[in-house]
């Protein structure tokens, strides 16, 4: 029998691929994922949810597979982290949007800064949010950008594996298209793995969540 893919297993590519789809329960995961993506907004949104539900889970030792349950709690993290995602892209958006409204190249320049760091830091709130599920700490872009800092090469690794896998889901429009429903939620829970493993790694071992 294969090794459970768990967060005591050392980060890799290949675990982290493997992980959403190493048991029935995890397929079964992201089928119920892709079908809810057909639900515009709030299916994105109660995926949201579900990732924080099975990072939870496995912070506390528990098998991240099924987590679909208790979905007003689903909605609601997914509705906190969602919102959180455009507090910290905000920012880069409206520099974004004067450079289209000004044809200013200067404000082009500082929104794609801004905007790429804000998705750069987004992981850092969204782990912390699953072991404490504390909302006030989202919205402190210090404290979240002091912690991706020290986390340094195990975050950067976590980023490393989540770009290739990001680009692979896009293997799923070759499925009539739809397929892409299921490879996104299938990234997404790679994702989740990836930086729960490096937050477990840096902080959890050390015995503190700071």
Request: charged share 10%; net charge positive; proline share 4%.
């Amino acid at each position: 029998m294969a090794e459970e893919i768990d967060l005591r297993t050392k980060l890799s590519f290949r675990n982290a691929i493997m992980f959403p789809i190493q048991n029935k329960s995890g397929i079964h995961d992201i089928l119920i994922g892709g079908i809810l993506l057909c639900v515009p907004f709030f299916g994105w949104i109660l995926n949201m949810g579900h990732r924080i539900a099975y990072v939870r889970k496995m912070q506390n030792g528990k098998k991240p597979f099924p987590s679909w349950s208790n979905w007003r709690q689903l909605f609601y993290d997914g509705g906190i982290t969602f919102v959180g995602m455009l507090f910290y892209l905000l920012p880069g958006s409206i520099f974004l949007t004067l450079g289209y409204l000004y044809s200013f190249w200067f404000f082009y320049l500082i929104g794609g800064v801004l905007f790429a760091f804000g998705v750069v830091v987004i992981p850092g709130y969204m782990t912390h949010y699953c072991w404490n599920k504390s909302v006030g700490e989202i919205f402190r872009p210090g404290l979240v950008v002091k912690r991706v800092f020290r986390m340094g090469q195990h975050y950067w690794k976590a980023w490393s594996i989540v770009i290739p896998t990001m680009l692979l889901s896009f293997l799923g429009l070759l499925i009539f298209g739809i397929g892409f429903l299921f490879t996104s939620v299938w990234f997404w829970q790679t994702a989740g793995y990836s930086f729960a493993n490096a937050f477990t790694n840096f902080y959890l071992r050390k015995g503190s969540g700071e």
